[in-house]
């Protein structure tokens, strides 16, 4: 089993910045690829970034150059540092956990970006 935890989202203007936190517990040591995906309003989820145990990463192309997905394994916490944000970037976003049998979701941030 593992919970997720995400915390970071809030309401910020077009052009501002905000970083995501999604915090692990349980059996993390079995996390292979940890990842954030959204969901925008009457849209499908769609992935926005990845990470692997390795440090490999992959972005979305409305993404990449804006969103920078990190990890720090010591503390089980994968992040997603968001700059130059703009309206369409408004979802709730939400932390996913890669295992190998299974995966484990987050409850899911909001995240508003305002014109």
């Not at 593992?2 to 905000?18: D, H, R």
């Not at 940890?34 to 769609?46: A, L, N, S, T, V």
């Not at 990890?71 to 932390?95: F, G, H, I, Q, S």
């Given at each position: 089993?593992?919970?997720?935890?995400?915390?970071?989202?809030?309401?910020?203007?077009?052009?501002?910045?905000?970083?995501l936190s999604c915090?692990?517990?349980?059996?993390?040591?079995?996390i292979n690829v940890m990842?954030?995906?959204?969901?925008?309003?009457?849209?499908?989820?769609?992935?926005?970034?990845?990470?692997?145990?390795?440090?490999?990463?992959?972005?979305?192309?409305?993404?990449?150059?804006?969103?920078?997905?990190?990890?720090?394994?010591?503390?089980?916490?994968?992040?997603?540092?968001?700059?130059?944000?703009?309206?369409?970037?408004?979802?709730?976003?939400?932390?996913?956990?890669?295992?190998?049998?299974?995966?484990?979701?987050?409850?899911?941030?909001?995240?508003?970006?305002?014109?």
């Amino acid at each position: 089993q593992v919970q997720l935890v995400e915390s970071g989202g809030g309401l910020v203007q077009a052009g501002g910045s905000l970083r995501l936190s999604c915090a692990a517990s349980g059996s993390t040591f079995s996390i292979n690829v940890m990842g954030w995906y959204r969901q925008g309003p009457g849209k499908q989820r769609e992935l926005v970034a990845t990470i692997s145990s390795y440090g490999s990463t992959n972005y979305a192309d409305s993404v990449k150059g804006r969103f920078t997905i990190s990890r720090d394994n010591a503390k089980n916490t994968v992040y997603l540092r968001m700059n130059n944000l703009k309206p369409e970037d408004t979802a709730v976003y939400y932390c996913k956990a890669a295992l190998i049998l299974r995966d484990y979701w987050g409850q899911g941030t909001q995240v508003t970006v305002s014109s």
